[in-house]
């Protein structure tokens, strides 16, 4: 993320002219501005570039999907098509996340349709995880179930996803018997997974359930609890009137978390 760094080295290039015949120069340029968030510098690199690869546009729409800006990396994807670039299987991530932000579930289910086509999802565990997350962020969870059943390696980020759409429609006995299932085929849970399972446990009121979960975060996972878990449940006390409880609690909200 460091952006000033980053443009004295550009400033560098341009000086010595090794930008006009370079293009993984002018690729790493355009990654590294968007990684940055400084899209405008991103796409002003972009455009002149000599040759653009998929490479280039793959760094751009990722920079516009990852920074919110889900019609532009759309707009990105389209016009790549005319210029008749095939998208690689990061494209098709940064595609599938933007629909899922978007909750755009036709365009998803045409990328999805596109994958099954050229023979993808076999091979790319990234690519699955992708349709999981944006079938469940869009709402479509029967899709989900759909895909995750067909994954041939199911890991945490693949059960996170699909847990997390559970949340999403609040099938809450479904977050938490899928939870199990996972720790059953010996998966173990990362921060977002605990905090999806604490969110649920907060919008169902269960209080033994989400101390528990929030207690083994550290005790059984290593699992250091950040201000996103504390607040889930600050909320679960609060819910159910323990107000004193969620006044202690927010007291040991990590401030690292905000600065």
């Known amino acids: 993320g460091a952006a000033e760094t980053g443009k004295e080295i550009h400033a560098d290039i341009v000086k010595e002219g090794l930008l006009v015949h370079d293009s993984v120069l002018g690729n790493a340029l355009v990654d590294m ?5 400084a899209l405008a510098m991103a796409q002003q690199v972009f455009d002149e570039i000599s040759i653009r690869d998929i490479v280039s546009w793959t760094s751009l729409i ?3 999907g990852k920074h919110g800006h ?28 933007t629909c899922g932000r978007l909750g755009a579930v036709e365009k998803g289910k045409e990328i999805h349709a596109e994958l099954v086509k050229e023979g993808l999802l076999g091979q790319d565990t990234m690519l699955g995880n992708a349709l999981v997350d944006m079938y469940s962020k869009c709402g479509e969870i ?19 996803a699909l847990i997390a759409g559970y949340s999403h429609v609040g099938r809450y006995d ?11 085929e ?10 999806v399972v604490l969110n649920a446990c907060s919008h169902s ?6 101390q528990l979960y929030f207690e083994s975060m550290s005790k059984c996972y290593n699992i250091i ?12 006390f609060g819910r159910i009137g323990l107000f004193e409880h969620s006044i202690a609690l927010i007291e040991k909200i990590p401030t690292s978390d905000y600065l």
């Open 70 to 97: 889900g019609e532009e990396t759309l707009s990105c994807f389209r016009r790549m098509q005319l210029e008749g670039l095939y998208p690689n299987t990061v494209t098709f991530a940064c595609l599938l996340q």
């Open 186 to 195: 010996g998966v173990e849970p990362n921060a977002v997974t605990f905090s």
């Open 142 to 160: 029967g899709k989900a179930e759909e895909v995750f059943h067909k994954l041939p390696i199911r890991g945490v980020v693949a059960w996170t």
């Open 62 to 64: 990722s920079g516009y």
């Open 33 to 37: 501005y968007a990684k940055c968030g």
């Open 225 to 236: 609890p950040t201000s996103e878990h504390y607040t889930s449940m600050v909320d679960l």
């Open 174 to 184: 479904a977050v938490f018997n899928s939870f199990n299932k996972m720790i059953g």
């Open 205 to 210: 009121g269960l209080l033994d359930m989400g």
